[in-house]
């Protein structure tokens, strides 16, 4: 896990010594990304709420956000790690809902 670039601590989730995978959640808006540790059983909107206290603290609701995997939305939030194929080493993409305006 220590190849991925990102932050040079990792967030875990879930029962201590239970199994993990590790993946990455990465916030293209703010250029950041986390390594994230939990059990593939984990739902991906407490990968969601955890990524976003990291990345984007600024955040009001999680609602606000998708999470992309293999380029698709993932559009029930409730389902597992496990249950979307996320593999240790998987990426997880964190984007905001609407699209925002750029200022120039």
Known sequence: MSTLRARTDTVRLGEP???VIAVRVEMPEVWDAIRLEAPPSEPVVAVKVQALARLYP???FHEEFVVKFLGCEVLDENA????IGA???ST?????RRRR???I
Do not use: Q, R
């Open 92 to 96: 997880l993409l964190l984007m905001f």
């Open 101 to 103: 305006p750029v200022k």
């Open 58 to 60: 600024e955040a009001d």
């Open 80 to 83: 597992s790690l496990a249950d």
């Open 17 to 19: 010594g239970a199994a």
């Open 87 to 89: 593999v240790t080493g």
